[in-house]
């Protein structure tokens, strides 16, 4: 059964305008504040790992102490190593985005096709469909040769057209995320999907979301977290079995979390092993938002990049939060004061 929704509002972002480009003020610190969240507590030094990286989303922190992540511009899935080096596992082409290792040890690419790319200020910003686009498609790579397939470019003979993130239940299967595409003057509905690793089956398990971006299970995986990009909301289904999700209560898919007011944006998520959901958050400011599960309390640390975009746990305890910066192409880390959930096939 699939879930259903029909249209949505404009995007609110525009990336032709230079103002909205620039970043905070400050250098190595983030910020706690008060001014979107209801408490603020955590972290508020980092350190740097790596530099020029090339819009770096979806990191990955191997237990050899590197970091696996995509550039998304550069089209590449790429290792960082502990002094902060680099080296090019695959080139992938369109835009590689979420990422996640798999049951047979390859690492699953949520491939949203690319984007267009502009540049200000320092600030490297996606934007639109360039004219290469090759279309969505979940992609699995070799970690020790590069070599990668296509799984999935399609679901019910409907192409994807911007896989986002991704994650491993328990059984080896995956929950990922389609925010879909932006045109000048409108923008594709999404969907979260389940898929399994053989190529064999791919379950559009809702659609009809505004922006689907960053998603997550749950410790015990009978929910499925999900950030809505463009309303600045987390929503959550109850799983009720491979690939089903259960029904919701009122006109809008989901169970409402927590929804962020003044324009912020949400992109990719991990979980605590409280169970806390630590969102990556877009653009007034950049940062991590971390909410309860029941949406009772909700934490903030502001980071010096408008481009705030991911965030996954490593290192002694999964004890350190490892951020992508992408606006202004850095790998972070922090000591974070509550361990990362354990993933499936990576940390258990």
Not at 29 to 51: C, L, W
Not at 274 to 292: E, K
Request: net charge negative; charged share 20%; with cysteine.
């Amino acid at each position: 059964m699939t879930l259903a929704l029909g249209t949505s509002l404009g995007y609110p972002f525009c990336p032709d305008n230079a103002e909205c480009l620039k970043l905070p003020s400050g250098t190595n610190k983030g910020k706690n504040t008060m001014a979107q969240v209801d408490e603020s507590t955590g972290p508020a030094e980092f350190k740097v790992i790596a530099t020029g990286l090339r819009f770096p989303e979806g990191p990955i922190a191997m237990d050899d102490g590197s970091i696996i992540l995509v550039e998304i511009e550069r089209q590449t899935l790429t290792r960082v190593k502990p002094d902060g080096s680099t080296e090019i596992i695959a080139e992938l082409g369109g835009g590689p985005n979420g990422a996640a290792i798999g049951p047979d040890g390859r690492c699953y690419i949520c491939n949203d096709g690319g984007f267009q790319w502009m540049e200000e200020d320092g600030i490297l910003v996606p934007h639109g469909i360039p004219d290469d686009y090759s279309g969505g498609r979940i992609e699995a790579v070799n970690l020790e040769s590069g070599e990668f397939e296509v799984l999935y470019s399609e679901c019910n003979g409907i192409p994807l057209n911007g896989p986002n993130d991704i994650v491993f239940d328990k059984n080896g299967g995956f929950w990922f995320s389609d925010l879909g595409k932006m045109r000048d003057r409108s923008r594709d509905m999404g969907g979260v999907y389940y898929a399994k690793t053989d190529g064999s089956m791919i379950k559009e398990a809702v659609f009809g979301l505004d922006g689907p971006n960053g998603v997550g299970l749950s410790a015990d995986e009978k929910t499925i977290f999900v950030a809505q990009t463009f309303p600045g909301s987390l929503i959550s289904f109850d799983i009720t079995g491979e690939g089903e999700l259960a029904e919701t209560e009122g006109w809008l898919p989901g169970n409402l979390v927590y929804g962020l007011p003044n324009g912020q944006l949400l992109d990719s998520l991990a979980l605590d092993a409280n169970g806390n959901v630590c969102v990556a958050t877009l653009i007034n400011p950049g940062g991590i938002t971390t909410f309860q599960a029941d949406g009772s309390a909700v934490d903030f640390v502001e980071l010096p990049d408008l481009f705030t975009t991911n965030i996954c746990f490593g290192g002694p305890g999964l004890k350190t939060a490892y951020i992508t910066l992408s606006g202004t192409g850095q790998l972070i880390s922090m000591d974070w004061p509550v361990a990362g959930l354990p993933l499936n096939f990576l940390n258990k």
